[in-house]
């Protein structure tokens, strides 16, 4: 204890790196827990003002708990103080919200060099270790359109004893769906547009074909017990058309919806929505489908996905599409950026005190892995913010 006392003269300033310095030398010379945790406090309290001396020890805990890295900075904040916010400036959001993962699909699809099968698994089983219960994993379309998910089916029969997590896949046409059944999956996802110019470039038919396409595959998999998801494209706004009418998106919704689509998710394309817009749309569309049968799938291009999300969960719904790390884009949408990063939706939820199930430090962690094999740093601005942090903080 004295010895450790004595290193508190070597410090300075009440760093974070200091604190980090001192806590190993204080290991080496204090015998047991108490005596440490003692110590480390007589530091922080050195090191601060006198008046907030008294905070000192909580400012330890707090450094030493990283479970919920997003409160650490509302810890004045009760439960009750987060819900009484809720209520009256937020209005009713959920108390619970489904993150529907989609990066080893939509995130991935988009690269130019190939990621190894290996790393794609990898990343599923980080993302499902992190509390995550539905990974959208691959998509059963032409490799010839999409090289990168060439290996569908290998990382599907990867995963097939994966426990804890469903994982559903794209499947564009019946082909696909028979050859994703034939791979072992138990849930597929089909993928409308409300425009008409993106359906022919993105998948080469109308809109109404698109829909008799899937009302193929939707026949099929009702006979096999087979859930089916449906997406709706460009909900906002189209890259060849300009802004899309509300109309158009209810309109493909509903029938997504008639033909058995258990949940129909709304996807803005190209990240021109605001919370304008959004609402708009979502007053249209809620007017055809229940909104317990809707998700929100936002790219972050003009920074508004956060934003959108949170008017769509003050609308009801109570489901959201994102991707770890904020990877994504669309091969046939060239201003599109990337999802919403996952990191960045949960960090905002736990402040909320909406509950995810999702360790954030996990989910950082697997961010980090596919941000590394990829070359390239997160996009998650929560999860760069937070990186350095959890790094230091493993090392107490």
Excluded at 33 to 38: A, D, K, P
């Amino acid at each position: 204890m004295r010895a450790a006392k004595a290193v508190v003269t070597r410090f300075s300033t009440p760093t974070f790196s200091g604190f980090l310095r001192f806590r190993e030398l204080s290991s080496s010379t204090c015998g047991d827990e108490t005596s440490r945790e003692t110590s480390e406090t007589t530091y922080v309290k050195s090191m601060l003002p006198k008046k907030f001396s008294n905070q000192a020890h909580r400012s330890i805990a707090n450094l030493r708990d990283p479970s919920n890295i997003s409160r650490r900075y509302s810890s004045l904040c009760s439960n009750n103080t987060i819900s009484d916010v809720k209520h009256k400036c937020l209005g009713t959001i959920p108390g619970f919200v489904k993150i529907w993962e989609v990066g080893p699909r939509d995130g991935l699809q988009n690269e130019k060099e190939i990621v190894p099968t290996a790393v794609k698994v990898e990343l599923i089983k980080m993302l499902v270790s992190s509390g995550l219960h539905i990974v959208e994993a691959t998509s059963f379309v032409s490799p010839k359109w999409v090289p990168q998910l060439a290996d569908a089916k290998d990382v599907i029969q990867a995963i097939q004893n994966v426990q804890g997590a469903r994982f559903p896949v794209l499947a564009p046409n019946l082909k696909g769906f028979e050859a994703a059944v034939a791979a072992g999956a138990k849930e597929v996802a089909v993928f409308a547009s409300a425009s008409e110019s993106f359906s022919r470039s993105n998948i080469n038919c109308s809109i109404e074909d698109s829909l008799a396409r899937y009302r193929e595959v939707a026949l099929a998999a009702q006979k096999l017990s087979i859930p089916v998801r449906g997406y709706v494209s460009c909900v906002v706004g189209c890259p060849e058309e300009g802004a899309v009418p509300p109309s158009k998106v209810a309109y493909v919704a509903k029938e997504l919806l008639s033909m058995g689509c258990m949940e129909i998710s709304l996807g803005d394309t190209i990240g021109v929505g605001t919370p304008g817009t959004v609402v708009r749309m979502l007053e249209e569309v809620v007017s055809v489908v229940p909104k317990e049968r809707l998700a929100v799938h936002f790219h972050d291009t003009y920074g508004q996905a956060l934003s959108n999300i949170l008017v769509s969960l003050q609308m009801g719904i109570s489901t959201v599409d994102s991707s770890v790390s904020g990877l994504g884009g669309c091969p046939y949408a060239k201003s599109a950026t990337g999802n919403v990063a996952t990191e960045d939706v949960v960090y905002m939820l736990d402040g909320l005190g909406v509950k995810t199930n999702v360790d954030l430090r996990k989910l950082i962690l697997a961010g980090n892995f596919i941000s590394k094999h990829l070359g390239r740093p997160s996009s998650s601005k929560a999860a760069i913010a937070l990186s350095k942090t959890m790094i230091n903080v493993s090392k107490l």
